[in-house]
């Protein structure tokens, strides 16, 4: 079976500070994908990255950062001088492509609080 | 504009009334599923879809039924709801499963916040 934990439930910041999401997994397939989304206080869920297991190399995408490593079965999350605007909750997920191919899980989420 | 909907958006039963929880897409994808919200728990998945007349268990489907009968629609039923149902179902949609890389990010409707009483 296949599992996310979010190590943090909650994180609160003041605006312009670093922070890190700290994501980590477990699943016994040997091709796996791994996402992170955000759900901001309107409710929606917002699609932020994808990435799948062969390709370790980072990510940035603007103020956005995302760290994999197979080694420690992690894929963190960074977020450089965070605005408030960046408050919400964040999901890691995780899905395989053995029997739970067609499966996602999630991780419980990590409430981000950033403050002015 | 690509879109997940869901209806109702809010609702409120009683503990045994069976109702339909509607999800649409209009992205022509082959894969859907629903989830449930629940405070602490993160979401978690109760059926998906890989295409029409497909339909299996994800990890919390007791309670519910699906039904796919064409493709843009996945309606959740519940048979006789209880109040361990109350919660915030996104029902999501990709043109590609989860696991199977190409284009499997899931797109969310805006949830159904329901309340049994």
């Known amino acids: 079976a296949q599992k996310v934990t979010q190590v943090q439930t909650e994180i609160s910041v003041v605006e312009k500070e670093d922070v890190t999401l700290d994501c980590v997994y477990e699943t016994r397939d040997t091709t796996y994908y791994l996402f992170w989304y955000k759900q901001p206080p309107s409710g929606e869920l917002v699609f932020l990255i994808r990435r799948n297991s062969f390709d370790e190399q980072n990510e940035i995408s603007g103020r956005y950062s995302w760290n994999f490593q197979k080694s420690t079965s992690s894929f963190n999350f960074t977020i450089t001088a965070s605005q408030v605007v960046d408050s919400a909750v964040y999901f890691c997920?995780?899905?395989?492509?053995?029997?739970?191919?067609?499966?996602?899980?999630f991780g419980k989420g990590t409430l981000l609080t950033v403050n002015p | 504009e690509a879109q997940v909907t869901q209806n109702p958006r809010y609702l409120i039963t009683v503990t045994g009334k069976k109702l339909t929880v509607t999800c649409s897409q209009n992205?022509?994808?082959?894969?859907m599923s629903w989830y449930r919200q629940d405070p602490g728990l993160g979401l978690r998945q109760i059926y998906y879809?890989?295409?029409?007349?497909?339909?299996d268990k994800g990890d919390v489907p007791e309670g519910y039924k699906v039904s796919r009968k064409e493709k843009r629609n996945f309606p959740l039923i519940l048979e006789s709801p209880s109040p361990n149902q109350t919660s915030l179902y996104f029902c999501?949609?990709?043109?590609?499963?989860?696991?199977?890389?190409?284009?499997?990010?899931?797109?969310f409707g805006p949830g159904t916040r329901l309340t049994v009483l």
């Open positions: 992205m022509n994808h082959e894969y």
């Open positions: 879809s890989m295409n029409v007349e497909v339909t």
């Open positions: 999501a949609s990709s043109l590609d499963p989860p696991g199977a890389g190409g284009y499997n990010e899931q797109f």
């Open positions: 997920a995780l899905s395989g492509n053995g029997g739970s191919n067609y499966k996602l899980t």
